[in-house]
């Protein structure tokens, strides 16, 4: 079963704050883990990618993948209002060529200033 | 910054009618994929190609569907008769050939409405 569940918000946040996103995963053969950020009328522009588990930082961004738990998290600190746009957990099977990407629904963020 | 690009931007076609999709993906990319967007749902994979052929295809994507790379530079989607139910927004994506074909570039969409 290829599913990625995602809360799909909305979720309003003050500038500055820091914003948790999280999605949970079915199937465990998932191996890469991507994080894309998606304004109105535009496509998905990829954030973080991770293969298995643990955490990547990028800038104020943090990725997290608990394999153990098919847990997948995106941390936003000191939110910006330029971070407001739909965010979307996606997944990947490792097929050894060009991987499918299964997302979630997408989380709305509002960074209110 | 290399770009995928997608035209037209919207288009609106008649039911049963077929369309042509147009994708330009990023120059040095060797993996392709479309994948489409209905409002408020979910991205779903349609399909992904390397080296002229089909990768592999979703449920989605049935005989109505067909995807070609017709030169060096464009990848096209023809969707042969249109449904109600094929509006959506699609969007062509384009990967690198260097083992990271996870992540891909997206374009900014076509806009499919069928009327």
């Known amino acids: 079963q290829k599913e990625v569940e995602q809360d799909p918000g909305p979720l309003s946040v003050p500038e500055g704050a820091i914003v948790s996103l999280n999605c949970t995963y079915s199937?465990?053969?998932?191996?890469?883990f991507m994080w894309y950020r998606q304004y109105s009328r535009k496509g998905p522009e990829l954030l973080m990618y991770?293969?298995?588990?643990g955490n990547k930082e990028d800038g104020r961004f943090t990725a997290q993948v608990d394999k153990s738990s098919k847990y997948i998290s995106l941390f936003i600190r000191d939110s910006q209002p330029s971070d407001s746009a739909t965010y979307l957990c996606?997944?990947?099977?490792?097929?050894?060529?060009?991987?499918?990407?299964?997302f979630g629904s997408g989380t709305q963020l509002t960074v209110l200033p | 910054e290399p770009e995928v690009t997608q035209t037209p931007s919207h288009q609106v076609t008649q039911m049963g009618q077929e369309v042509i999709l147009r994708c330009v993906p990023i120059?040095?990319?060797?993996?392709f994929y479309w994948y489409r967007q209905i409002l408020g749902q979910k991205v779903e994979f349609l399909v992904s190609?390397?080296?002229?052929?089909?990768?592999?295809k979703s449920e989605i994507f049935d005989d109505q569907f067909s995807v070609e790379r017709p030169d060096g530079s464009n990848f096209t989607l023809k969707i042969r008769s249109t449904k109600l139910e094929d509006s959506a927004m699609y969007f062509c994506?384009?990967?690198?050939?260097?083992?990271?074909?996870?992540?891909?570039?997206f374009g900014s969409g076509t806009r499919l409405t069928v009327v």
């Open positions: 996606a997944t990947a099977i490792s097929s050894g060529s060009a991987r499918q990407l299964t």
């Open positions: 120059s040095n990319h060797l993996y």
């Open positions: 994506a384009s990967s690198d050939p260097t083992g990271t074909g996870t992540s891909g570039t």
């Open positions: 991770t293969y298995s588990s």
């Open positions: 190609f390397y080296n002229n052929e089909i990768s592999e």
């Open positions: 199937n465990s053969a998932f191996q890469y």
